[in-house]
């Protein structure tokens, strides 16, 4: 038996982002719901979410924010051999997403396949694409993080309507060319714990998203930073480095609570979660191509991204920005 | 050794200053956190936690609920350091 030839490293080339078009603002859900804008924002931070149409699919919205990274890497369609969408809420159990949005973005006969590591997913499935880069097994993957979470989301909850969104981010991942780069993915560090799956689920089909505010929120400002702190550590790269840190855009405080302890002061911290919401595994696709837009991190700068989420599941690494 | 009912007060009027941005010296016994402090039940689980570091004594969030008060915390930190 042979093995396939690979590479030293992989590197990101490019991101994409989609966002749906409607705008939901706090005061339209305070009209559906007993809650109020000021409520909101200090509770989870959120102004405003862009949430999809109702025929807009999750295979929709990984196909724009996949075709607009492709197509800023520079690759065609038939250079990339492997397409992953990390999702929770696919459309249906089969077909997968990632089949169908791969044939409808032009790429021909890739390896596809659907990744749920819940809001941790776009953290795997970046991780997945690296290994399969450096290991040979392929040579330019297409990695999406997809949501329509308005799907799964009682809006008369006024506890999780406030916080849950749609849509889509993406990146494309590659061979880093030149022996002895510096590899533009650092290695994963993740983990999860089944003994905490009560804590967010959606029980069956006919159900909506639960989430234990508080038991969560305890977690989350407790668990995570040392996760942050390992995948820094795996990856060389001390926190003061960092430009930015980009976890998963769960509540604004979670989000301030961790980036306090992780010992990068200097790095920008990303709240897209504050006109975005929570879109689960697209929010840190989506957040950091926001931040590249604006300009706010710079072309071979260091990033470390945080997924986290039910299961509960989570993953970080540091990556170097296209 | 145990701490006293006042080092534990004085130690958690740090904690909520740090938390929640509210001057150690409002942090008397008979306020209520979220009547009287405006602390809300996720900065709630920020003092537990900070407790717990400060007191070793772990706050779990079922009975965090039952906690209105800034005494009602000081005695349940009190009475599970006495039982330990």
Same mark, same amino acid.
């Given at each position: ?82 397409? =992953? ?168 405080? =979670? ?6 302890? =992780? ?45 986290? @989420?039910? @299961? ?11 | ?21 509210? +001057? ?8 209520? !956190? ?20 400060? !007191?070793?004594?772990?706050? +779990? ?24």
């Amino acid at each position: 038996m042979r093995l396939a030839e690979g590479t030293a490293g992989a590197r990101i080339l490019a991101f994409g982002a989609y966002q749906p078009a409607r705008v939901v603002t706090n005061d339209e859900i305070a009209q559906q719901v007993d809650t109020n804008d000021e409520w909101i924002r200090s509770r989870v931070g959120v102004v405003s979410r862009r949430i999809a149409g109702p025929d807009e699919s999750v295979a929709d919205m990984a196909v724009a924010a996949g075709g607009k990274a492709l197509a800023a890497s520079g690759l065609s369609p038939g250079d990339i051999d492997l397409v =992953i969408v990390a999702t929770c809420t696919p459309e249906a159990p089969i077909p997968n997403t990632a089949a169908t949005v791969a044939t409808r973005l032009g790429i021909v006969a890739p390896g596809a396949f659907d990744l749920n590591a819940a809001c941790a997913g776009f953290c795997y499935a970046l991780a997945t694409a690296s290994d399969a880069v450096r290991a040979g097994t392929s040579r330019h993957v297409l990695v999406i993080g997809a949501e329509k979470l308005s799907q799964w989301v009682d809006w008369t909850d006024r506890s999780t309507c406030i916080i849950f969104a749609d849509g889509a981010g993406a990146a494309v991942v590659g061979p880093v060319a030149e022996p002895n780069a510096s590899p533009g993915i650092g290695p994963v560090v993740w983990g999860s714990d089944g003994a905490m799956a009560d804590k967010i689920f959606i029980k069956d089909r006919q159900s909506f998203i639960f989430q234990e505010g508080q038991a969560v929120f305890r977690w989350a400002t407790t668990a995570l930073h040392p996760v942050a702190k390992k995948a820094c550590e795996a990856a060389g790269v001390d926190p003061g480095e960092l430009a930015a840190f980009v976890p998963h855009q769960a509540n604004l405080r =979670i989000i301030e609570a961790i980036a306090k302890k =992780i010992g990068a002061p200097q790095a920008r911290v990303a709240t897209d979660i504050i006109h975005s919401g929570n879109t689960s595994s697209a929010s840190i696709p989506l957040a950091l191509s926001a931040m590249i837009e604006r300009g706010e991190v710079g072309s071979g700068s260091a990033v470390l991204l945080l997924g986290f @989420g039910a @299961g509960i599941s989570y993953a970080a690494q540091v990556i170097t920005v296209p | 050794m145990a701490m006293t009912e006042q080092e534990i007060l004085a130690g958690l009027g740090e904690i909520v200053d740090e938390v929640a941005g509210v +001057p150690a010296d409002q942090v008397t016994p008979d306020k209520s !956190f979220v009547d009287d402090l405006d602390i809300d039940s996720l900065s709630m689980v920020e003092i537990a936690v900070a407790a717990q570091d400060k !007191f070793g004594v772990e706050i +779990p969030d079922d009975q965090l609920k039952n906690l209105k008060t800034v005494q009602d915390v000081v005695n349940y930190v009190h009475s599970a350091e006495v039982s330990a």
